[in-house]
């Protein structure tokens, strides 16, 4: 199981230093939460046994880009369904389902036990519940089957709408707990801006600072301002948002879910570093907000003293 480094995390760096949501011209948590820590793992394996092979999923049907990509890489192969991975040496790629289409999955689901003893029903009906119509069809005919649905981070903003969570809830009233985490996605959702005076999207502008990450202010060619990170009243109003959101789940979720971490006490530690040290935020609200949110008092540590001393000098 693998995690980003804590100075990569989502939160870390969206609440604690200001990065807006992602969006399609600034895709900064991709190459973080998910790039880097895999080929980490990769290169380590690669440099102990000097080659390794990732078994993968990925399949054909997916979509048009993705069966592109794997035709492409098709050409380079030392066999039959094992390619060289371009951007990782010494290691290759099997993709033993590259071929099934949808149904092909939930057919080979439904007929094979689950290795970890879970049900694979459950799982039909998960993918079931986050189709619009709440169906998941397995006929051998044009009839769509649920594998349509898709799911991936939730806080994803690349998106429009988060169909799948949002059909979860509508069809499925034990899905109701839910609901906070699509309401903080939708939040975070840049698009849902206020407009200038002749109309155009202002986006999130009226949550970001003038200035950018290192201070200086940046102008576009028509002299229009780039705005900078999240403002100080920003990300204390997304920690307040996520805490809440995590508080309401722990305490009226189902049991399955009410230990749930959206975010953990060495991400909130790192998040105070960032606002006091790095951003000499001295008022050192965190624990407040922390208490007001969770109606709990803050588990952490408190900062080091010499820390703050050489923030306050500065």
């Not at 200038?196 to 002299?223: C, I, P, W, Y």
């Not at 975010?263 to 790095?278: A, C, F, N, P, S």
Request: hydrophobic share 35%; net charge negative.
């Amino acid at each position: 199981l693998l995690q980003p480094r804590l100075d990569d995390r989502f939160w870390v760096n969206l609440i604690g230093r200001g990065y807006p949501a992602p969006r399609h011209k600034f895709r900064w948590f991709e190459a973080r939460l998910k790039i880097a820590p895999s080929n980490d793992f990769i290169h380590k394996v690669v440099s102990a046994s000097g080659e390794t092979i990732l078994a993968l999923g990925t399949r054909k049907a997916e979509s048009v880009r993705r069966a592109a990509t794997m035709r492409k890489h098709e050409k380079g192969r030392e066999r039959d369904r094992l390619s060289p991975n371009s951007k990782l040496p010494g290691s290759l790629v099997y993709s033993p389902i590259e071929d099934w289409t949808n149904d092909d999955v939930w057919f080979y689901l439904m007929q094979t036990r689950n290795p970890w003893g879970y049900d694979n029903r459950d799982l039909l009906g998960m993918y079931a519940g986050a189709s619009e119509d709440g169906e998941c069809p397995l006929v051998d005919d044009s009839t769509p089957s649920c594998g349509d649905s898709r799911f991936g981070c939730w806080v994803c903003t690349l998106v429009e709408q988060d169909k799948s969570m949002a059909a979860m809830i509508q069809n499925d009233q034990e899905k109701e707990w839910m609901m906070p985490l699509l309401d903080l996605r939708n939040a975070l959702d840049f698009r849902g801006g206020p407009t200038d005076v002749e109309g155009n999207s202002e986006t999130d502008r009226h949550l970001r600072d003038f200035r950018r990450m290192n201070g200086a202010v940046q102008l576009m060619k028509g002299g229009r301002l780039i705005p900078g990170p999240y403002t100080q009243e920003s990300r204390q109003a997304w920690l307040k948002k996520l805490l809440q959101a995590q508080t309401h789940i722990r305490r009226y979720g189902p049991p399955a879910v009410r230990a749930i971490e959206l975010i953990g006490l060495e991400e909130l530690q790192e998040i105070r570093r960032i606002w006091v040290i790095d951003k000499h935020e001295l008022e050192d609200t965190l624990p407040q907000i922390y208490q007001e949110a969770a109606g709990e008092e803050y588990p952490g540590r408190p900062l080091d003293d010499n820390l703050m001393l050489g923030a306050a000098e500065m």
